[in-house]
C-alpha cells in the first residue's frame, strides 16, 4: 500500500499541508525543528492512532490554532491511501472543546473521532485500513528500556494486522482494572463477598489472556526468523545467532520480580515453552495454574502480579541480552534489522505490503552497516516488499547515489515541503 495524498490541519507544526506522495522511495531533509519527524508521525498516527511517543493527544494539535479566541479548536489528519483492493479515504480529528479551560488549567474536553470513506467508525475500527513500519532513534529504548516500552511495540504492531488480538487485549485490559481495583480493595479490609468476585474475574482473565499470550509468542517466533537473516546477513554480513525470547513474568514472580529486569534463564525457558506449545489449550491451562499460584502474592501486593501485563521479551545476540550488553550502534542495527522484519511479516501475514517510516536512520550507523542499510531498502522497493518507504535526514550527503537515484527527494522547510 501506499499514502498519495496527505492533508493536515493544525497538526503539530503543521498549520496546513496539502501533500502529494509519490510511491517507492521518498527522502525528506531538513534541518532540525523544520517538521520531518512530524510528517512521519502524522502517517504513523492514522495508521495505529497513537502517538510514538506515549505523549497525551492533546500535544498534537498545532500551538497557535490554541492561542485563538475559537472556543473549539480541531486537528485534522487525513490520508488517502492505494491499496490492491481498492482505495480509502482516512481521517482522524483531534478535537478541543471549551478551549478557554485548556488554557485556563489544561482542562477541557478532549476527543478524537474516526472516519473511514466519510463514514464514522469506533477509533478502534480505523486500524489495519493503513499499515506502517516505523523506526526512530529513540527506538534503540525498545532493547535497553523498560518492559511497558516492548510490550507496547507488540501490541501496536500486532494491533495493525490482528482485530482479534485487538479486541482480545482490551477485553484483557478491563477485566484486570476490575481485578486490580477489587485486589486493592480487598488489601485495605474490605473483604465481605470479595473472594467470589475475585474467582469470577480471576476465570475471566484466562481466555482473553491466553489468546493474547498466544499470539505474541507466536509472531516473536515468527520475527526471530526474519529478523536474524536481515541481521547477519543484510546489515553486518556475519553470522552469528539471534534469537528473540518471549520472557512471561510468571517466570519472575516471586524471584527476581519483575521480567524485564531479571531476564534469567527461567525466563527465556519458560518463554521458550510458550513458543513451543502454543496450543491455546494448554496456555489457558498453564495461565490459569500461574494465577492460582500467585493469588496470595497478588493479595499481599493489592494488584495482579502475573499475566501480559507483566511480561517482557528480549533480543539475545550469542547467548547475550542486547538489552544489557550490546553497543549502541549493535543495538540500533538489532533494532532496524527488528523493524525490517516486520515489513516481510506483515506482507506474509496482510497480503500487502505495509508502509515503511525511517526517521534519521543514518545516525550512529558506521559508513558500511548504513550502506548495507540503504541498499537493503532501494531492495524492498525494487522487489515490492514494500510498495513505498519514506525517510527523513538532515544530510542528503549522507546518501549513496545508488539510492538517491532511486528516491523523490522532498525539501521540508518550517512546515512546508517542497521539491527540490
Ligand atoms: N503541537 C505543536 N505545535 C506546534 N509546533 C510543534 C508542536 N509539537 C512540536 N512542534 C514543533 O515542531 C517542530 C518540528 O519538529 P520535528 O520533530 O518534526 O522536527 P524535525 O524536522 O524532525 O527535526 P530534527 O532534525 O531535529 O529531528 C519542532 O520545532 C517542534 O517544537
Ligand atoms: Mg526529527
Excluded at 510528517?39 to 490554541?66: C, G, K, V
Excluded at 485500513?129 to 529504548?141: A, G, I, N, S, W
Excluded at 526474519?226 to 514472580?253: C, T, V
Amino acid at each position: 500500500m501506499q499514502v498519495r495524498r496527505l492533508s493536515l490541519t493544525n497538526f503539530r507544526n503543521y498549520a496546513r499541508l496539502e501533500l502529494d506522495l509519490p510511491g517507492g522511495v521518498v527522502l525528506l531533509h531538513g534541518d532540525n525543528a523544520q517538521g520531518k519527524t512530524n510528517l512521519l508521525e502524522a502517517i504513523y498516527f492514522l495508521a495505529t492512532t497513537r502517538s510514538p511517543h506515549a505523549s497525551q493527544d492533546q500535544q498534537l494539535i498545532n500551538w497557535d490554532a490554541m492561542q485563538t479566541d475559537d472556543p473549539v479548536v480541531v486537528g485534522r489528519l487525513v490520508a488517502d491511501v492505494l491499496r490492491p483492493d481498492g482505495p480509502r479515504h482516512l481521517e482522524m480529528r483531534l478535537i478541543v472543546e471549551e478551549r478557554g479551560a485548556w488554557a485556563l488549567n489544561g482542562q477541557g474536553s478532549f476527543r478524537r473521532e474516526a472516519l473511514v470513506n466519510r463514514g464514522k467508525v469506533r477509533l478502534m475500527d480505523l486500524l489495519g485500513h493503513l499499515r506502517v513500519v516505523l523506526f526512530l532513534p529513540e527506538d534503540v529504548d525498545l532493547a535497553t528500556g523498560p518492559p511497558a516500552n516492548r510490550r507496547r511495540y507488540l501490541n501496536i504492531t500486532l494491533c495493525q494486522v490482528d482485530a482479534d488480538y485487538c479486541r482480545n487485549l482490551s477485553t484483557y485490559n478491563k477485566v484486570l482494572e476490575q481485578r486490580n481495583a477489587l485486589l486493592r480493595r480487598m488489601a485495605e479490609g474490605q473483604t465481605r463477598g470479595a473472594a467470589d468476585v475475585l474467582q469470577i474475574l480471576t476465570e475471566k482473565l484466562i481466555e482473553p489472556g491466553s489468546r493474547v499470550l498466544q499470539r505474541r509468542a507466536v509472531f516473536v517466533t515468527e520475527m526471530a526468523r526474519l529478523a536474524q537473516d536481515i541481521y547477519f546477513q543484510d546489515l553486518i554480513g556475519g553470522k552469528e545467532s539471534l534469537r528473540l525470547g518471549y520472557l512471561p513474568g510468571w517466570a519472575a514472580n516471586g524471584r527476581q520480580g519483575d521480567a524485564g529486569r531479571a531476564n534469567s534463564d527461567q525466563l527465556l525457558r519458560d518463554g521458550d515453552w510458550l513458543q513451543a506449545n502454543a496450543t491455546p489449550a494448554a496456555i489457558a491451562e498453564r495461565f490459569a495454574a500461574e494465577l492460582a499460584a500467585a493469588r496470595p502474592a497478588d493479595l499481599a501486593r493489592g494488584a495482579s502480579t502475573v499475566g501480559p501485563h507483566r511480561d517482557d521479551w528480549a533480543i539475545v545476540v550469542n547467548g547475550k541480552n542486547l538489552g544489557q550488553f550490546g553497543s549502541r550502534g549493535q543495538v540500533r542495527t538489532a533494532i532496524l534489522a527488528l523493524k525490517l522484519a516486520e515489513i516481510g511479516w506483515m506482507k506474509a501475514t496482510t497480503n500487502d505490503t505495509p508502509i515503511l517510516l525511517l526517521d534519521e536512520v543514518s545516525a550512529e550507523l558506521d559508513q558500511h552497516r548504513r550502506a548495507a542499510l540503504l541498499a537493503h531498502v532501494v531492495e524492498q522497493v525494487r522487489g515490492k516488499g514494500t510498495a513505498q518507504a519514506i525517510l527523513t535526514s538532515t544530510d542528503p550527503g549522507l546518501f549513496t547515489a545508488d539510492f538517491l537515484a532511486e528516491a523523490t527527494v522532498l525539501a521540508v522547510r518550517e512546515g512546508r515541503v517542497s521539491r527540490d
